[in-house]
């Protein structure tokens, strides 16, 4: 009979398949696919492509969990790798940029009226056109704080800049947002 064991945290998954139990890396892919999908349709429209690079990013995790250090968050260490591959799939191709707009206005789209979704797809165009005209250094910590909520210190590790480093770039990030709204023509 085989025992089940039930494991809370990904730190200690990723301690047991580094010790050989390589059946439970499907355990950390089924808590973070969506997550990584998530992640990767901020920085590309086509599905295929999404489907490439996170296939791509969960085969790197799986080839480079032995260098895992189970001390430090795993999560940070997979966006790490998510990072690199999105950046690298970049270079290849010109992104679109896709936001769920429930995650930028979750209170103020409840309503389904047709008037209400021509104002979301309005609202979403705007914002994927402000933030293309951002550099991705901005770009970034911007949808890994606030549509990824990940934390200053998990930006900090998977961008590998200093924590500091996110504060100022998410503050400037939002300022270079405000100034390219009021440069277009939008309004709300």
């Known amino acids: 009979m085989r ?3 039930f494991i809370q945290k990904d730190e200690e998954i990723a301690k047991l398949i580094q010790s050989g139990k390589i059946e439970l890396f499907g355990i950390l892919i089924e808590r973070y696919e ?3 999908k998530r992640y990767s349709r901020k920085f590309l429209s086509d599905q295929e492509d999404i489907n490439d690079v996170v296939q791509n990013i969960f085969i790197k995790t799986y080839v480079n969990i032995q260098s895992f250090d189970s001390k430090r ?5 997979l966006y790490r790798i998510a990072h690199n591959e999105l950046i690298n799939a970049l270079k290849k191709k010109k992104p679109l940029f896709l936001f769920g707009l429930d995650a930028l206005f979750p209170h103020s789209f409840s309503d389904n009226t047709l008037k209400e979704e021509i104002d979301k797809k309005d609202i979403k165009t705007m914002i994927e056109a402000c933030l293309n005209k951002l550099d991705l250094k901005y770009k970034e ?3 890994l704080f606030y549509l990824e909520e990940l934390s200053y210190e998990e930006i900090a590790d998977i961008m590998q800049i200093p924590v500091s480093t996110v504060g100022i770039r998410l503050k ?3 300022k270079l947002m405000a ?3 009021k440069k277009s023509n939008y309004s709300l």
């Open 172 to 174: 400037r990030g939002k």
């Open 3 to 5: 025992q089940i064991v």
């Open 141 to 143: 910590p911007l949808i």
């Open 34 to 36: 969506e997550k990584i």
């Open 179 to 181: 100034e390219v709204f």
């Open 73 to 77: 968050k795993f999560s940070s260490w």
